[in-house]
């Protein structure tokens, strides 16, 4: 089992352009999700899908699209890139319900100049 | 709104003494702490959780404590690693779906 993958590991965008982060995961969980990492200020949810079929807001959504694809495959996508997007993003996913647990993908470094 | 305060933001301490990280929470309604892991350049990994209907859990060196009434937890490590040299981060949780990260704290195991 792979886990949790994303792709790509690493992108440098100019402002304004677009770009979409993929993310998949094997372990047939249902929930999924997209954070941003920043310098001293942790994790922060950006998008979640706690099924397939849904997605919602998290705490910092603006500036961001997401589409659950499949039960598999949860895109984010950035439509026009701003420096202040430059950031660490990971994925993760969960079974949902009551068991909690998420497991995190590797992450994609980006940097929007 | 809900949040997460987490304490210390860096913690160094000698070979083989204990550390503590400490984090406290908003939303009385939460009912899953859990801690992750995150080494330099990898990702967060789940190292230990508790849920509210526990006040304490242990895994070999490490234990998280909880106390629902002060809306606090703690992640404590004994006999302490270089290893053990990364950035923790505790979240709490209402149901699953949307963990609160605290900011981390990054702790330095010094040889």
């Known amino acids: 089992n792979a886990g949790v993958t994303q792709t790509p590991k690493f992108q440098v965008l100019k402002t304004g352009q677009s770009m979409t982060l993929q993310c998949a995961q094997d372990?047939?969980?249902?929930?999924m999700y997209w954070y941003r990492q920043d310098p001293g200020m942790g994790l922060r949810l950006i998008y979640y899908?706690?099924?397939?079929?849904?997605?919602d807001k998290g705490e910092v959504p603006n500036g961001y699209n997401v589409s659950r694809l499949n039960k598999r495959e949860f895109s984010l996508r950035l439509e026009s890139a701003a420096p202040s997007q430059t950031s660490v993003y990971f994925c993760?996913?969960?079974?949902?319900?009551?068991?909690?647990?998420?497991?995190f993908g590797p992450g994609t470094r980006l940097t929007v100049l | 709104g809900e949040n997460v305060e987490q304490h210390p933001s860096t913690l160094s301490v000698q070979e083989g003494d204990s550390a503590v990280i400490k984090c406290t929470y908003s939303?009385?309604?939460?009912?899953?702490f859990p801690w992750y892991k995150q080494e330099l350049g990898k990702r967060p990994q789940l190292i230990i959780d508790?849920?509210?209907?526990?006040g304490e859990k242990k895994d070999q060196r490490i234990a998280v404590t909880l106390n629902k009434t002060a809306k606090h937890f703690s992640l404590h490590i004994t006999e302490t690693q270089p290893e053990d040299s990364a950035v923790y981060f505790c979240?709490?949780?209402?149901?699953?779906?949307?963990?609160?990260f605290g900011t981390g704290t990054r702790l330095k195991v010094l040889a």
């Open positions: 939303d009385s309604a939460s009912n899953y």
């Open positions: 979240a709490a949780s209402r149901g699953t779906y949307k963990y609160i």
């Open positions: 899908s706690a099924s397939e079929g849904t997605t």
């Open positions: 372990m047939n969980h249902n929930s």
């Open positions: 993760a996913s969960s079974e949902g319900g009551h068991t909690g647990t998420q497991y």
């Open positions: 508790i849920r509210s209907n526990v």
